[in-house]
């Protein structure tokens, strides 16, 4: 096609155009440190709605623009872990042994290989019956909250700026450890049909936590995910979420995108695979406003 017969008035032009605004825009925008450690549990127990997609992402994003940031892997699917290049299997000291009391947090973070301020508390296949153990354990909903706050006054931990937890996709002991032990909780919502179906419920959960575990934890962020803007749908469902959730929901919007789907199989996040498609270009632009948030807040 010759330059002459490019119409710039067709959607996609108009899209690409946006698109290349936005990459300007991030290039030039700043992401201000909070003056302690935020803690964030990324939580939605409704399964497929980007919840370790985000919050890989939104870490990665973060590390980028020069915060020192932890992802805790607390799902037991060990998604986070594989999405930052974290070997996670069952002879590695995790987040397993953490809340179980047998190692300390500082003795399982590990590095990931996309940038030295990302770093991991990985999860193993030990989780999945830590629940069960859990159980029996004296101040069960405490034990990450625990680790966490020795781990954070420690030298180690003194220079982490974001602590993000990945909860797993169920209201169980594992997410009200999450919970106790964060400030923030951060919700990813899929712009599909049924997107708010289950929302309340784990909005009623975070207020039992608030009322009677931890009194600091607020809901804080929503995010919107797997947004495709050729849908009528997709826009409604947006417009209803921000009627729920007018101040927690971010104006950035993620789109559905194969970069996004491709890069965990190759142990990164979107933000390492490809910078500038519209999948990392959003997850930016969410994390420049959440940073934003926070310095305001």
Known sequence: MNQSSFDATT?????????TRRRKALQDS?????????????ANQKGGVGKTTTAVNIASALAHLGATVLVIDLDPQGNASTALGIDHHGDIASIYDVVVGTTDLADTVVPSPEHPNLLCSPSTLDLAGSEI???????????LSRALERYLGSEQGARVNYVIIDCPPSLGLLTVNAFVAAKEVMIPIQCEYYALEGVSQLVRNIQLVTGHLNPDLRLSTIVLTMFDS??????????????????????????????VSEAPSYGQTVIAYDKSSPGAVAYQEAAVEIAHRGATN
């Open 11 to 19: 959607p996609l032009a108009a899209e690409l155009e946006d698109l």
């Open 30 to 42: 700043k992401a201000p440190l909070p003056a302690t450690a935020r803690v964030i549990a990324v």
């Open 133 to 143: 153990e859990l159980v029996t354990m004296a101040a069960r909903e405490y034990r």
């Open 230 to 259: 050729r849908t009528n749908l997709a826009h409604q469902v947006v417009a209803d979420v921000r009627e729920h959730f007018p101040s927690q929901t971010l104006t950035a919007v993620i789109p559905r995108s194969v970069r």
